[in-house]
């Protein structure tokens, strides 16, 4: 028995102390902690953590494996080559809700095609705040569970050698929701929910996963029908404007504009909310919602970042267009470490304060897809 301990020591401390596993993770170009290679050229995943404050759900946490292949192709100039990324994800919290699921990134064709496909399952335990929730609406609030499965599909197409894309998405959900109190007895619905998006995309971020510059800006337009395999018909648009800047190699900024909308029929958990860090999610809802976030960016040093951010939205009827509605306002802080430099992936965790409570976030990438 002694001698297996001693030989897996033995295994153990060569595998994690010889230099050419510790290689592995050091980047040689700079001498620090990097996964680029263990992602890229030994089939590795990368582990992320996910803790969960988030007030619609409570305390949790979890687990996502993201793995990464490097494309065989040239990158386009001035941007990353983008990886392959697949992966798959897992958590709960402390009021019963869970969830899972699987994910695929693939662009081909030097960049001229990106394809994201999504297929997931959750139970979630929730808060509906009426039509409009804002501070002071408490005696509206009801709580429900959300148990079913998602499906999303989306495909575009450079057009030319722009950077703009044509495409479409699909999105399918089974859900049944469960209403467990409040002042109105409602009964349980189950819905199916097929919608099918047409998009037009403008794309020139430096990097897909962490941008440091360039712009992003995205037009949908969804129409959920029965033709799609739903149960319900309404509409769904969003407006989508992100935009990244460096004033030099040390400080820069990014700011995000985001803007849905509905014609009113779709059931209320597909309302449009207000989507800021520091604000639960389906807090404030309504049949529009509109936010707006800027970022300031600070990079002493190459692979670290720090940054303060803040913002504000409303949420409205369709008939009041945001004219009584009350601003919910936001700020926080934050902390970025460049984690695989060949593919600009960075990792860290955002601090924000909403108008009701701080929150905590673990964040793998950009902070707004």
């Known amino acids: 028995m002694k001698k297996k301990i001693l030989l897996l020591a033995t295994i153990f401390t060569h595998l994690t102390c010889s230099p050419s596993w510790g290689s592995v993770f050091i980047d040689p170009e700079d001498g620090y902690l990097d996964a680029s290679r263990w992602l ?3 089939s590795g995943f990368l582990p992320v953590p996910i803790i969960i404050t988030e007030p619609a759900v409570g305390f949790g946490g979890g687990l996502a494996l993201v793995f990464m292949e490097r494309s065989t192709e040239a990158p ?14 897992a958590f709960a919290t402390d009021n019963g809700s869970a969830g899972g699921a699987g994910f695929y990134v693939r662009n081909w064709d030097e960049d001229r095609w990106r394809y994201l496909g999504v297929l997931g399952v959750a139970g979630m335990n929730l808060n509906f705040y009426g039509s409009v929730g804002f501070p002071g609406s408490e005696d509206l609030k009801m709580q429900y569970s959300l148990d079913g499965f998602f499906l999303l599909q989306d495909l575009r197409r450079r057009l030319g050698e722009s950077n703009w894309f044509l495409g479409a998405r699909y999105l399918y959900s089974d859900l049944k929701a469960t209403f467990e109190g409040g002042n109105l007895p409602l009964p349980e619905t189950e819905n199916r929910n097929g919608g099918l998006a047409l998009l037009i995309n403008y794309d020139s971020r430096d990097n897909t996963l962490s941008p440091l510059t360039g712009v992003q800006g995205e037009l949908r337009y969804y129409m959920f029908s029965e033709n799609f395999g739903g149960n319900l018909n309404y ?4 407006a989508d404007i992100q935009t990244f800047w460096k004033w030099n190699e040390i400080w820069g900024g990014a700011a995000r504009l985001l803007t849905r909308w509905t014609d009113g029929s779709a059931p209320f958990y597909a309302k449009p909310y207000i989507d800021l860090r520091g604000i639960a999610k389906q807090r404030y809802q309504g049949d529009i919602a509109g936010s707006l976030e800027l ?11 720090f940054s303060a951010f803040g913002g504000g939205g409303k949420a409205s009827t369709e008939n009041d267009l945001f004219k009584s509605s009350d601003t919910a306002d936001t700020y926080g802080v934050g902390l ?14 955002d601090v924000a304060r909403g108008p009701e409570e701080t929150v905590f976030y673990i964040q793998a990438g950009s902070a707004w897809f």
């Open 235 to 238: 509409n769904l648009s969003a």
């Open 295 to 305: 970022e300031l960016r600070w990079r002493p040093q190459p692979r670290w970042q």
């Open 336 to 349: 970025r470490y460049l984690m695989a430099r060949l593919v600009g992936f960075q990792m860290g965790f």
């Open 40 to 42: 890229l050229e030994h």
């Open 76 to 89: 386009r100039p001035g941007h990353f080559a983008p990886p392959t990324i697949k992966g798959v994800a």
